[in-house]
């Protein structure tokens, strides 16, 4: 599913004359391209769905570090750029929980596997990652999840 809208993007763009998105849409391809390496790798046929969105959200957050950087550097210009290739890869992506909508879904995931220690960490986080892959930033959900197995 995300590969065929990843090619109909570039499809688009090229018609389009779209040079940035054109460009973005190339990259998240590659980026597929050698996930479904690694996946052949392991014996699968191709990466799976999660994967490719938990790859999609690390190249936001190294744009987000690269704009920021930038920033700092007094280059708002190489910034922008950082920022529309962010808003490009969002496109793909299903739509971000709120803050509400994640406490709900960690609440919701500790009573489904009854966690109630730091031994379950693991555990929540795997389901959540299959849930919810996509839709949320793993990296402040584990310290949400954290707070919640410590009460």
Do not use: W
């Not at 590659?30 to 390496?37: S, T």
């Not at 750029?81 to 739509?95: H, S, T, V």
């Not at 709120?98 to 879904?105: F, G, I």
């Not at 489904?112 to 990296?139: C, N």
């Amino acid at each position: 599913m995300l590969r065929d809208e990843v090619q109909n993007a570039i499809k688009e763009a090229m018609k389009n004359h779209e040079a940035e998105k054109l460009s973005t849409a190339r990259m998240i391809l590659a980026g597929i391209k050698e996930k479904d390496v690694d996946a052949r790798g392991k014996g699968k046929e191709c990466a799976a769905e999660a994967d490719l969105m938990s790859m999609m959200q690390t190249m936001i957050k190294q744009r987000q570090e690269s704009a920021k950087m930038y920033r700092d550097g007094n280059r708002p210009e190489l910034a922008e750029e950082e920022e529309l290739e962010i808003k490009i890869i969002e496109g793909f992506l299903p739509k971000q929980m709120s803050d509400a909508e994640v406490d709900a879904a960690i609440a919701a995931v500790i009573t489904e596997l009854g966690a109630s220690s730091m031994k379950d960490m693991g555990a929540v986080m795997a389901k959540m990652r299959e849930k919810y892959a996509g839709q949320m930033d793993f990296g402040s959900a584990s310290g949400k999840i954290k707070a919640a197995l410590n009460k």
